[in-house]
Antibody
Framework: QVQLQQWGAGLLKSSETLSLSCAVY????????WSWIRQPPGKGLEWIGE???????KCNPSLKSRVTISVDTSKNQFFLKLTSGTAADTAVYYC???????????????WGRGTLVTVSS | EIVLTQSPGTLSLSPGERAILSCRAS???????LAWYQQKPGQTPRLLIY???SRATGIPDRFSGSGSGTDFTLTISRLEPEDFVVYYC?????????FGPGTKVDIK
């Protein structure tokens, strides 16, 4: 059974950098896209970006200048950094697994439990 | 960016009734790469439907999906008490991958 365990600071001040980590247990780490999605309180879901085990990344253009997604394949972990935080970045951040190829490429099937990150002014 | 619009925003029905949720895309969704997720309060989204019409593992057959191009539908044939939550459509065919704003199904 695939499990994604995530952690990171839950409270930031405005202009600080958000940093989150996600460890993958069970299943293969290669052949998938490892993704980040966020959800502001009471609102909908926003795809942030993804990375594969080769380090190839895609990011949402709305956040691209502030986002870095990286991977450590030796530990089956991937990471999110979002710079210059503002109150608008307050959200539950999820790490997730997406299929790596075939007709279901980029389909998200496993999610972490989410981390609430609050950016205070 | 493909914008997804879901309607209605809120659907008020009674247990046992049929729910029909709509998701419309601003451009054609590549290869029917359209998924539906269910989210209960305080929980992670749960994959219901992928490829527009395929049920995910363990999903009851009262959930069905249909559609292609820009118009997609999630149908819940007979609402159970645990189905009164929020549903999101999601296109994963064209980056940036996007989600609809959600439809809340609540008890009438």
């Amino acid at each position: 059974q695939v499990q994604l365990q995530q952690w990171g600071a839950g409270l930031l001040k405005s202009s600080e950098t958000l940093s989150l980590s996600c460890a993958v247990y069970g299943g293969s780490f290669s052949g998938y896209y490892w993704s980040w999605i966020r959800q502001p309180p009471g609102k909908g879901l926003e795809w942030i970006g993804e990375i594969n085990d080769n380090g190839d990344t895609k990011c949402n253009p709305s956040l691209k200048s502030r986002v870095t997604i990286s991977v450590d394949t030796s530990k089956n972990q991937f990471f999110l950094k979002l710079t210059s935080g503002t109150a608008a970045d307050t959200a539950v951040y999820y790490c997730a697994r997406a299929h790596g190829g075939g007709s279901n490429s980029h389909l998200i099937d496993y999610w972490g439990r989410g981390t609430l990150v609050t950016v205070s002014s | 960016e493909i914008v997804l619009t879901q309607s209605p925003g809120t659907l008020s029905l009674s247990p046992g009734e049929r729910a029909i949720l709509s998701c419309r895309a601003s451009q054609s969704v590549n290869s029917r790469r359209l998924a539906w997720y269910q989210q209960k309060p305080g929980q992670t989204p749960r994959l219901l439907i992928y490829g527009a019409s395929s049920r995910a593992t363990g999903i009851p057959d009262r959930f069905s999906g249909s559609g292609s191009g820009t118009d997609f539908t999630l149908t819940i044939s007979r609402l159970e008490p645990e189905d009164f939550v929020v549903y999101y459509c999601h296109q994963y065919g064209t980056s940036p991958y996007t989600f609809g704003p959600g439809t809340k199904v609540d008890i009438k």
